[in-house]
């Protein structure tokens, strides 16, 4: 884990969650308008137990890009991809939340433009999905302000007290695809997460292995 990973933005800086945040963590987590938006798994209340195992990494694994939202001095959200795993491994799920004293004024539309291009860029992806309570036009309005197109819904999928409620998907797709990834990967070439790094930074850094699987094996060559 890059514990230095810093990104900065127009008022903004998103890093590394750190220990000494708990108490700006509770102060904006701990509110019943946040979760209304987010999974069942955010909790309402959100205690200090809740907040410390969160910062312990024993909600969401913070070996991820789980970053902090620091505004004026204090950490108020966090936004995080989940990368997929095997076949998924270059598409992520995105989630975010921010503070409701800070909501309204196009805070999360310009953290998200920031976040997702370099988290595309940087583990690579070429797919990042988000899902959206249809009770959430905000956040649906974050996302397609920043190239994300929205697919479809999957119809009934979230039972809440008020009852059935359908999600909404959408995704960005390229950066690295689009550019280097999947030439690269139909010409049998470089898989390995490092070689996609360069070739989705860099179309003609490309690296022709004996085969797919001796590349997979050894990331030096
Ligand atoms: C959703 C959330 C991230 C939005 O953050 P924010 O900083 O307030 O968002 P912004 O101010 O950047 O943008 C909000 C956009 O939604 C629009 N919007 C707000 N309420 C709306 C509504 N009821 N209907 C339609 N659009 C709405 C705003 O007008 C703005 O769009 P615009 O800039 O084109 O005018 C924030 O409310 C939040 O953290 N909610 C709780 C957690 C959550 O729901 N996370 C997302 C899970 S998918």
């Not at 940087?122 to 649906?140: K, M």
């Not at 929205?150 to 009934?156: A, D, K, P, Q, V």
């Not at 470089?190 to 850094?205: D, K, N």
């Amino acid at each position: 884990m890059d514990e230095s990973l810093t990104l900065h933005g127009d008022g903004f800086v998103l890093r590394r969650w750190r220990q000494d945040d708990l108490d700006a963590l509770l102060r904006h987590a701990n509110d019943p308008l946040v979760p209304r938006g987010l999974s069942e798994r955010f909790p309402h209340p959100c205690t200090r137990a809740d907040g410390e195992a969160f910062l312990a990494g024993r909600v969401v694994d913070l070996q991820h890009p789980v970053l902090a939202i620091e505004i004026d001095g204090q950490a108020c959200g966090t936004i995080a991809v989940r990368p997929g795993q095997g076949e998924r491994r270059f598409s992520a799920e995105l989630g975010y939340w921010i503070g409701s004293a800070y909501w309204g004024r196009g805070w999360m539309t310009r953290i998200v433009g920031t976040y997702v291009p370099w988290a595309m860029q940087t583990l690579p992806l070429y797919r990042v999905q988000a899902t959206v309570l249809d009770t959430n036009p905000a956040s649906a309005r974050v996302l397609l302000r920043n190239g994300f197109v929205e697919e479809g819904c999957s119809r009934c999928a979230i039972m809440r007290p008020d009852g059935l409620h359908d999600l909404r998907v959408l995704a960005r797709v390229g950066g690295a695809g689009r550019s280097g990834l999947i030439p690269a990967m139909r010409a049998g070439e470089c898989v390995c997460q490092a070689h996609l790094y360069a070739a989705g930074r860099q179309i003609r850094h490309r690296h022709r292995h004996r085969s797919r699987v001796s590349c997979i094996a050894s990331t030096s060559t």
